[in-house]
């Protein structure tokens, strides 16, 4: 080490040879904790003199580091894969002189990789040869994970945003396109990659269209207000089309704007329609069928547009709550790391804990999304509704509170329907927690049922079959509502709730639980006067079927159980967790990642003693036909199926028998123990 190098601390040495904005970094890193070493590397000598934060840094010996070692024997602890880049960018500081900045890999004394970002400055003597390259590091570790779960999480957003339908997108302030459907790439009429990352006077064809395009989405993005405009839009096949699109500002956590998204629709069969409208009104006797037709074209157009307003919504509903849940799960993932890189685990399981509860909400949001779309699994059962209800008023009197009455009368001659127990309970609850917040301080909820024959369908409802309906209706005597407000209930993501105090699913919920069961629901309200919703569920003659009692919670400790399992699932993260939970409870676990390898397994002369699969598959068959396909050769085989979303069997209703199970992902590892034992402990034989 030079004399002068000795008479200052190396940190600060290696802030005064750095520039000023450099030397602010290093001031901040220092002030965070941030660096872990400093160096000043004698080029001529070959020798790197360095602070015990660094020696720690490389698993080199402090003294030496002090004493000086040379920069191979430094370069030892990079990752492999990083040091000839390393070598390249030092080189080409030593070149040039001046700054030098690289991220890369060092193994610690544990054997683990850690990223880290050194920073440095060649000096060049009077001849420009580097004679001497001080410099720092600094822990990113954190950041590159951040980068990295950003970069998952945009990957998600741009498959999310691929399965909407229609046209959905969003551009940055600049108007570039950085997320679109396939909708989009329809209407643009290129690939992607020709459109993603430009603007629309890049990708369009029409200068005079897209410069208008892009003065409306900059007006939108300036005042920061959503608007729902018309565009004019020239089809890659020529064709002139007008558009119904529906633009709002993207916005950060902090409310700033950073972009644009949107959603369009093609009204031009409306426009058109709405303009033959006008001219048919000239001539009206002589062309009132073609005005009927035209009309019904204009009103399925209209319908159509108003779909499109719900999407919107709903799109911004789960981006609102999906990013407020995941970030208290990228919180929580970011603190557990540093609290592991400070070696301090005690706050861990609470960090892991928080994270595991936004996990759950997260699960509950979109099994509620599921139910509103009616594309959840239902386990339906010939239910007695009057037991069903009896048994839960004390559960709903406890909820309501003692401040409010409940009052109870079952009057319906028949009580058995086809339906999910679950759901209606669910339900039930759902609207008597509506009544009890319209009632404020205190009043009557009512609970009531009865019979109603109806044979002619109530309005203009497509979907209605006549039929005998059990009525099962929740009054209230509170506040009530306006019309505007009763027209909007069963949107998703709308509620007159206070912020935090609902989600504004939980009438929606309702509403596509009915729809999928094959009923309908009623709602009358008055400012004033209170509330009463209906539901009208279809009876069945059957008897009712006995509703199992609450298992408890299986145990999750090993079992010498020695049978083999079949997982079939093309996610390795839910075929590893599977796996390693059967194997923990002492089963011998097969594995496959498509259906074709599944079914080859099943065909095969190998020991399987039980089918976990997952209903999507990738391989020509989903998880429903490799199953069906393997009872051929293995008619005894139970079955676990596991979805996080298929498109139902039949009516949307499970169809099991006594030797299936369904799992809803995500699943605790409870309840795959306990459907495992369950189907592996008794003696099942299918029914010819």
Known sequence: MNQHDSDVPAPLHAAQEFPTDTSERLQLALDAGAIIGTW????????VTADERFS????????RCRAGVPIAEAFSSIHPDDVDRVAAD??????????????????????????????????????????????????????????????????????FTAAVPGVVY????????????????????????????????????????????????????????????EEHVNMPDGTAAVWLSSKAPLLDDRGAVIGLIGSSIDVTARKKAESALLELNKTLEARITQAIAER???????????????????????????????AGITGSLDLIKLRVSQGRSADVARYVSVAYGAAQRAAALTHRLLAFSRRQTLLPKNTDVHVL????????????GPAIELKVELNARAATCMVDPAQVENSLLNLCINARDALGEGGLISIATCNQQLDEKPGLDP?????????????????????????RVFEPFFTTKQVGAGTGLGLSMVYGFIKQSGGQIQIQSEPGQGTCVCLLLPCHAAAPEVIDAPQEQASVEPAAAGETILVVDDEPTVRVFVAEAL???GYTVIEAADSQAGLQLLRSDTPIDLLVTDIGLPGGMDGRQMASAGRAFRPDLPIVFMTGYAEPAGDGQARLDGSMAWMHKPFPLEALTSNVRALLGADIRLQP
């Open 40 to 47: 000043v590397w004698d080029i001529a000598g070959d020798t």
């Open 56 to 63: 720690r840094t490389f698993g080199l010996s402090a003294e």
């Open 90 to 159: 030092i080189h080409e500081a030593m070149r040039r002189g001046g700054p030098y900045r690289c991220e890369y890999r060092v193994r610690h004394h544990d054997g683990l990789y850690r990223w880290v970002e050194a920073n440095g400055r060649a000096e060049l003597d009077v001849q420009g040869h580097a004679v001497r390259f001080p410099g720092v590091l600094m822990d990113i570790e954190s950041r590159r994970a951040a980068e990295a779960e950003r970069d998952r999480m945009s990957a998600l957003l741009a498959t």
């Open 170 to 229: 969003a551009k940055d302030l600049a108007g570039r396109m950085l997320v679109a459907n396939h909708g989009t790439t329809e209407l643009i009429g290129r690939p992607p990659e020709f459109y993603i990352g430009k603007t629309d006077l890049e990708f369009l064809e029409d200068k005079d269209q897209a410069r208008l395009i892009m003065e409306t989405d900059q007006r939108i993005m300036r005042s920061a207000r959503a608007e729902q405009i």
């Open 296 to 326: 019904e074209m204009a009103e399925a157009a209209l319908r159509q547009s108003q779909k499109m307003e719900a999407i919107g919504q709903l799109t911004g509903g789960i981006a609102h709550d999906f990013n407020n849940l995941l």
């Open 389 to 400: 209800i009896a048994e839960m008023e004390e559960l709903i009197r406890r909820t309501v």
């Open 463 to 487: 979907e209605w079959v006549p039929g005998n309906y059990l009525a099962i209706s929740v009054t209230d005597n509170g506040t009530g509502m306006n019309p505007e407000v009763l027209s």
């Open 583 to 585: 194997t923990h409870l």
